[in-house]
């Protein structure tokens, strides 16, 4: 796994790129901070195929999730935005452009991401 750092903190908004190898796929990840959200793509190759967006509500415990572009049955986006949404407690969209949608690959996607946060929380 590696991790490539992409700009800094100009005008509240910080880049950062990173990658990881799992199970047999190589995966790429960008984030971008903005004010008070966080945009994630996550996929193999340059495409913007499906992008939800998810965020916090006073009035129930599980994050509010919508997608936002691509074929609405498929829920990897929203699911994802609504688990970092969650964590992070703020408005996340997720851009997950990825064929492999199976649970156990999912789950090392957000294992990965949360490992990045980890390390580099002053980026997400």
């Known amino acids: 796994m590696e991790a490539a750092g992409?700009?800094?903190?100009?005008?509240?908004?910080?880049?950062?790129?990173?990658?990881?190898?799992?199970?047999?796929?190589?995966v790429h990840f960008h984030a971008m901070r903005l004010r008070d959200s966080l945009f994630l793509w996550v996929g193999a190759a340059p495409a913007l195929a499906s992008l939800a967006v998810a965020m916090c509500s006073p009035r129930d415990s599980i994050p509010v999730a919508a997608s936002l572009l691509g074929d609405p049955s498929d829920t990897a986006s929203s699911c994802l935005a609504q688990r970092l949404a969650s964590k992070t407690k703020k408005q996340i969209f997720v851009s997950?452009?990825?064929?492999?949608?199976?649970?156990?690959?999912?789950?090392?996607?957000?294992?990965?991401?949360?490992?990045?946060?980890?390390?580099?929380?002053?980026?997400?």
Do not use: C
């Open 6 to 26: 992409g700009g800094g903190a100009a005008g509240g908004i910080a880049l950062h790129d990173f990658s990881g190898q799992l199970g047999e796929q190589r």
């Open 96 to 124: 997950y452009n990825l064929q492999n949608t199976d649970s156990n690959f999912t789950l090392l996607i957000e294992n990965r991401i949360k490992e990045e946060m980890t390390a580099f929380p002053d980026k997400f």
